[in-house]
């Protein structure tokens, strides 16, 4: 366990390194950016660590790998963030630990999320997943909704009991006008999120960048990066 906490440590060295390398460059303040650290895949042996390490938001995508997860990682000051396509059918699960939902593309989703979220009598935050690849189709080929549509899913989200609009994500397209255009992407998702809060105001987190490209998200002025490989390393193959 000492070695697995040495090589997490110093992982987290190294991006905690080029994060503020990133803000120095674009004129920011370290504290601007949270990092949440993507767990999936990983055992609940890895979180306690990081939380050990002063991390204090993790993030998962799959729910029969995070709820156990999260069941077994209830005494730790953490904040669990959801960042996986998510089926309606897992929303009642979904809800009992995750305190931020950052993959909202979809009426259906905010009304399935507001019912548990009443029901488990939780306040959860809602972030739209924006898909710069879909155009004016309705969702992108990694989920989310098409950019016209933010304003109208804010609204639902933002009338819908035990929820909350917090802001934007976005996953860096691999195709259409963006792909291979990272910064020109976040760019675009803070121009989206300048518009969001106009009528949001308090809707102000904006997630992007992953380990691959976060230096370009804290250019543009992400307030959220979320990193898994660069911390825990390459995941282990099944069997």
Excluded at 67 to 86: I, M, N, R, Y
Excluded at 147 to 156: F, K, N, V
Excluded at 204 to 231: C, I, K, P, W, Y
């Amino acid at each position: 366990m000492t070695q697995r906490k040495d090589e997490l440590a110093g992982n987290l060295a190294k991006v905690e390194e080029r994060i503020t390398a990133a803000c120095v460059a674009a004129g920011r303040k370290r504290e601007e950016v949270t990092l949440i650290v993507v767990t999936k895949t990983y055992p609940a042996s890895d979180v306690r660590i990081l939380s050990d390490l002063g991390v204090r938001h993790v993030a998962e995508n799959k729910d029969q790998d995070a709820a156990p997860k999260a069941e077994e990682c209830s005494d730790l000051p953490l904040t669990w963030h959801f960042v996986g396509q998510l089926q309606t059918n897992k929303v009642r699960s979904v809800v009992g630990y995750a305190d931020l939902v950052q993959s909202v593309d979809r009426s259906k989703l905010v009304t399935a999320l507001s019912k548990e979220a009443v029901r488990a009598e939780r306040e959860v935050g809602c972030l739209i997943q924006v898909a710069l690849d879909a155009g004016e189709r309705e969702r992108g080929e990694r989920g989310g909704v098409a950019p016209s549509g933010i304003a109208e899913l804010a609204d639902l989200i933002a009338g819908a009991p035990g929820l909350r609009v917090d802001g934007l994500m976005t996953v860096a397209p691999l195709t259409g006008e963006y792909a291979g255009r990272e910064l020109a992407a976040f760019e675009r998702l803070m121009d989206l999120s300048t518009d969001l809060r106009r009528a949001h105001p308090a809707a102000n987190m904006v997630s992007a960048g992953m380990s691959a490209d976060l230096e370009q998200a804290v250019a543009a002025g992400a307030t959220h990066v979320r990193v898994g490989t660069a911390v825990l390393g390459v995941r282990p193959r099944l069997g």
